[in-house]
C-alpha cells in the first residue's frame, strides 16, 4: 500500500545544500553570513518574555512590517511577512499565477522557483543565460508569459542588473508581474524597492537570512504595491495563519533597525569578495563578477565536481551541482577572510 498521493509521488523537491553534522567544516555552501547578527539581536533574545509564548503571534506581524515599512521608506501595507523568503516565493506562485499559467526566469538561477512552478500546476517559460551569464532579457521580454521572477543579483552567478536595467524591462512589461527576488541586495546595492510605489507590476522579495545573517529564524518579506501584498495575504490565510513567529517578529524587528550593522557587516564581506575573486583568478578560475556574498567559480584544471570532494575531503564545503553547465563550477560563499584564507590554501594544494 503506498499512502502518497500521486502528486507527492511524481514531484521533484528542491535539494537544500548540505548542513552535515559529521565534523566540524569550514561552510561556505549555502551563503550564510560569516558574522553574527546585529548585537541588538542578542539583546531581544536575552529579555525575551518565555510566557508570552503562551499566546499565538500576531498574525499578520503588524510590528515588524511596520519597522520594515521605515527601514525600507514604504507603508505598512505594502509589506508582507513569511515564514522565510522562500514561504513568500512559494505563495507568490498561486497569488499571481493561474494553474495552466505561465511563468518566465531564466536558465541558471534559483532553482526553486521551478519546484514552486511545478507544484501549483504552473507552467514555465525558461530563458537560457547569454554567454556570459548575464540575463537575456530582450528573450524573456518576448516570452508568452503572464510574469517574471528575476533573481537579482542572480544565483548562483552572482551577476548583478543595475537598477536602470531592471526599471527598463519593468516598464517594458507592464502588464505582466515582475517578482524581484532581492535576497542578496544588500551586497550589492540597487535594491528596486523605490520602483515599487511607480510600478503596480514589480513585487520586490526580501529575506533576513543573508545580509541580516539571520539563516537560523526564518523570515522574509515583500514590498509592492498594496494590490499585490493582499494577494499574498490572500494565500497566506489559505495555508498557514501565523508564519512568523513571535520570537522571529521580535528578533527581525530589531536587526532591521539597526541599519548600520547591516550595512558594516556586508562592506566586509565585499572587501572580501573582491580579495578571493582575485586570488580564484589568478588560480585560473573563471569568475564573473559578483553582486552577492558568493562567487561562482570555475573552468579550472579540475571540474567541480572533483574540487568539490577533494575541498570536503579538507573540511572545507562549497556548493556543487552534478548538472549541465554547473557541474564545471562550484558555489563558495564569501566567508571570513580566515576562512577563505583557507579555502585557497587548500585549492592551491589541491590544484597543483
Ligand atoms: C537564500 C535565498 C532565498 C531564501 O531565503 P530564505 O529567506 O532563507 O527562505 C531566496 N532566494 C534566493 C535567491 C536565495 O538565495
Request: charged share 25%; net charge neutral.
Amino acid at each position: 500500500m503506498n499512502f502518497l498521493s500521486r502528486r507527492a509521488r511524481a514531484i521533484a523537491p528542491y535539494t537544500a545544500g548540505e548542513q552535515p553534522a559529521d565534523r566540524k567544516y569550514i561552510k561556505l555552501n549555502t551563503n550564510e553570513n560569516p558574522y553574527p547578527p546585529s548585537p541588538r539581536v542578542q539583546e531581544v533574545l536575552r529579555a525575551f518574555d518565555a510566557g508570552t509564548l503562551r499566546l499565538y503571534p500576531r498574525p499578520d506581524a503588524d510590528g515588524l512590517r511596520a519597522a520594515i515599512a521605515r527601514a525600507e521608506g514604504v507603508e505598512e501595507k505594502n509589506v508582507f511577512c513569511g515564514n522565510g523568503s522562500d514561504e513568500v516565493l512559494a505563495l507568490s506562485f498561486p497569488a499571481f499565477f493561474d494553474e495552466g499559467g505561465t511563468a518566465c526566469f531564466a536558465d541558471l538561477t534559483y532553482s526553486f522557483y521551478e519546484v514552486f512552478a511545478a507544484f501549483f500546476g504552473v507552467k514555465t517559460h525558461i530563458v537560457p543565460l547569454k554567454a556570459d551569464f548575464s540575463f537575456d532579457l530582450a528573450a524573456m521580454k518576448n516570452a508568452d508569459c503572464a510574469g517574471y521572477y528575476l533573481c537579482n543579483p542572480n544565483a548562483p552567478t552572482g551577476i548583478a542588473l543595475p537598477l536602470s536595467a531592471v526599471e527598463n524591462f519593468v516598464a517594458s512589461v507592464k502588464d505582466r508581474i515582475v517578482i524581484a527576488d532581492e535576497a542578496y541586495m544588500d551586497f550589492f546595492g540597487e535594491s528596486a524597492v523605490p520602483l515599487t510605489k511607480k510600478y503596480k507590476n514589480l513585487l520586490v522579495v526580501k529575506t533576513f537570512s543573508k545580509s541580516y545573517s539571520l539563516a537560523g529564524i526564518r523570515c522574509g518579506y515583500a514590498v509592492g504595491d498594496e494590490a499585490l501584498i493582499s494577494g499574498l495575504f490572500r494565500m497566506k490565510d489559505c495555508f498557514n495563519s501565523y508564519p512568523v513567529d513571535a520570537v522571529a517578529q521580535a528578533v527581525c524587528t530589531a536587526a532591521v533597525e539597526d541599519r548600520d550593522y547591516r550595512e558594516q557587516t556586508a562592506a566586509l564581506v565585499k572587501a572580501e569578495r573582491t580579495r578571493l575573486r582575485e586570488e580564484l583568478l589568478a588560480l585560473g578560475f573563471t569568475v564573473p563578477p559578483s553582486g552577492a556574498n558568493f562567487l561562482f567559480a570555475g573552468r579550472a584544471k579540475k571540474s567541480g565536481g572533483e574540487l568539490y570532494r577533494a575541498l570536503k575531503e579538507e573540511g572545507v564545503l562549497v556548493r556543487y551541482w552534478e548538472k549541465p553547465i554547473l557541474s564545471d563550477f562550484l558555489r563558495i560563499t564569501v566567508g571570513t577572510p580566515e576562512q577563505n584564507g583557507v579555502l585557497i590554501e587548500k585549492l592551491k594544494k589541491i590544484l597543483q
